[in-house]
């Protein structure tokens, strides 16, 4: 008994060392996932602005937790806005064919371009492209470019030495795709607009929805009549096929590039895009109008929230704590570098009519312009500390996806003058929601902005709907801080990779996604079904001709019902027979 007693208590202690021992092994791994230090390669300078400065934010964040951030520049970007991460970040510059004066002329010409409002349309930057072509076409640029990086074989070297474990790269470049299969390492695709139902239905797998997702640049809501349904419809179709099928995007010119430096040539540049682990959407629930998304698909804020370390110059936090009646924050964005002088005059002219205080950020030379006594012009400012002013009541500017966030995260109501297609989208909600107004920037006068200006900050609706937008926005963020999901999740896929998120969507075919090989198989039975049907009917008539019978059309087609027993369990001819005999008897 004793002999027994002993062997149970040395099989349990057997057990038990067994089972903390995987528990430990368990721990140690997840300790290891956690602690590990991870190499992440960013890339947006091709793009420059509010594209290199949303995926820096979070850069940042992974530097202080320990990992190594490497940030992938063009020397013809290699300006202040990433010089100021230089204690931070590693930075590798590789050579460009265009020069730094190229790029400012690009980025003016665009300037120019669409602040006489031809882009804030659909058709727009179809219609205008002749104007952004050649040396002065951004897209020219971005091919160019990615030509030179892949054929810089010292930095290309020096990068596949890093070993990295993740390339972070701004969706809009084409060449992000490429360099991750060149140097072998995942992708993570970071975007500073909200999705893009064409453009990313075919890239992230997103459920297509034409009858309550509205395109691109339609200025359609998630509620349309019959014929907006119509209209989205064609949209999204058209889109798609000038796109991608007539080039506009340039991915021949990258399907060049993967064949000459032998990146998979095998797969195609838009295939590619469709291997990204994960992808960041720029946007909150609080604004957009509800849609499907998948699980590798995350909206995410890249600015609001957020605090520099910087402060308001003395001159400036002066200016605005003595604005008696409030203040109004106006910004046209990074890309506006030049402007032509009557259109910035009409925004001066409309400022000097306003009884409120107007703080003016640009990067341009406004010399010249007649400047009303209650506006103040600075070339750079930390926006979301003056937003988040107490004397600031507004924010008037071009609607850019960033700006419009921090802006309604500090509550502020808006005054929009779309520049480009995606602006436009991004004032639809505030305006259905009741945050602010929109106006057409090619046809605004110093009456017409002045007049609204006064309206929003005058109309308490606004701001109420501008509050409560904050307050939602500001519910729906899991962590303190915007940022920090966004880390989450590129540590997320990091460690675990993302074929947990991808949705089988990705790999199907045209003709598979939409089903039309399901759809012809059904046609094809219920036409069999049909023909099947209408073959008995003719040969059940063309039987029936063959008999002796009266020439009455009537009584023949009795017969053939009769003949085939369908509507009578005995032969109705004998029925009419006997009936005709006794009639006659009679």
Not at 269 to 292: D, I, W
Request: charged letters at 15%; aromatic letters at 10%; glycine letters at 6%.
């Amino acid at each position: 008994m004793l002999l027994t007693r002993s062997a149970v208590l040395l099989v349990t202690l057997v057990l038990s060392s067994s089972l903390l021992s995987t528990a430990s092994t368990h721990d140690e791994g997840g300790d290891a996932h956690a602690t590990r230090q991870y190499r992440f390669l960013l890339f947006a300078s091709i793009t420059g602005g509010s594209h290199y400065i949303a995926l820096c934010k979070s850069g940042r964040v992974l530097v202080r937790q320990g990992h190594r951030v490497v940030s992938l520049v063009s020397s013809s970007n290699s300006n202040s806005s990433w010089q100021k991460d230089a204690d931070l970040f590693s930075f590798v510059v590789f050579n460009s064919t265009y020069t730094k004066q190229h790029r400012n002329e690009i980025v003016d010409n665009i300037g120019r371009v669409i602040v006489r409002g031809h882009h804030n349309s659909f058709w727009g930057p179809y219609f205008h492209s002749a104007n952004l072509t050649g040396r002065l076409s951004f897209v020219d640029m971005w091919l160019q470019e990615c030509d030179d990086l892949l054929g810089d074989a010292a930095t290309m070297e020096r990068l596949r030495g890093e070993n990295f474990d993740m390339l972070v790269v701004d969706d809009v470049i084409p060449c992000g795709p490429l360099l991750a299969q060149a140097l072998n390492i995942p992708f993570i695709h970071n975007s500073v607009y909200f999705a893009n139902p064409s453009k990313h239905g075919c890239w992230a797998g997103l459920p297509i929805e034409p009858s309550y997702v509205p395109e691109l640049a339609l200025g359609l809501t998630n509620k349309m009549t019959f014929l907006q349904r119509v209209q989205n419809t064609l949209a999204h179709y058209i889109y798609g096929f000038i796109h991608f099928r007539l080039g506009l995007c340039k991915f021949d010119g990258y399907d060049k590039l993967k064949i000459k430096y032998n990146i998979k040539p095998e797969i195609s540049t838009l295939e590619s895009y469709k291997q990204a682990v994960l992808y960041f959407l720029h946007g909150s629930f609080a604004l957009e109008f509800p849609r499907p998304l998948q699980p590798n698909t995350i909206v995410v804020l890249h600015n609001a929230g957020l605090h520099s370390n910087e402060t308001l110059k003395e001159t400036v936090s002066e200016f605005l704590d003595t604005a008696p009646a409030g203040a109004i924050l106006f910004s046209m964005g990074t890309f506006i570098t030049a402007m032509e002088r009557h259109k910035a005059q009409v925004f001066a002219d409309a400022f000097s009519r306003l009884p409120y205080r107007v703080l003016w950020q640009s990067g341009m030379e406004l010399t010249g312009l007649q400047l009303g006594n209650n506006t103040m012009v600075v070339k750079w400012l930390p926006m979301t500390q003056v937003m988040e002013h107490a004397n600031i009541r507004l924010y008037v500017g071009q609607g850019g996806s960033l700006t419009v966030h921090e802006a309604l995260w500090a509550g502020l109501p808006i005054v929009g003058l779309p520049l480009v297609e995606d602006m436009m989208d991004n004032m639809v909600p505030v305006e259905t929601k009741g945050a602010g107004l929109s106006l057409d920037i090619g046809n605004i006068t110093p009456d017409t902005l002045s007049q609204s200006i006064v309206r929003v900050m005058t109309e308490p609706r606004f701001r109420k709907n501008a509050l409560r937008i904050s307050k939602i926005m500001r519910d729906l963020e899991p962590s303190t801080s915007p940022v920090d999901t966004i880390v989450h999740w590129i540590l997320h896929v990091t460690r675990f990779g993302g074929a947990h998120l991808r949705p089988a969507v990705q790999d199907l075919s045209y003709i598979q996604r939409n089903l039309l090989d399901v759809y012809l198989f059904l046609a094809v039975i219920v036409a069999s079904v049909c023909w099947i049907n209408v073959s008995v009917c003719c040969f059940c008539f063309k039987r029936m001709r063959t008999i002796d019978r009266p020439k009455d059309w009537g009584y023949r087609a009795i017969q053939a019902f009769n003949y085939h027993r369908l509507l009578l369990p005995f032969p109705l001819s004998r029925t009419m027979s006997e009936s005709k005999s006794s009639s006659s008897d009679g």
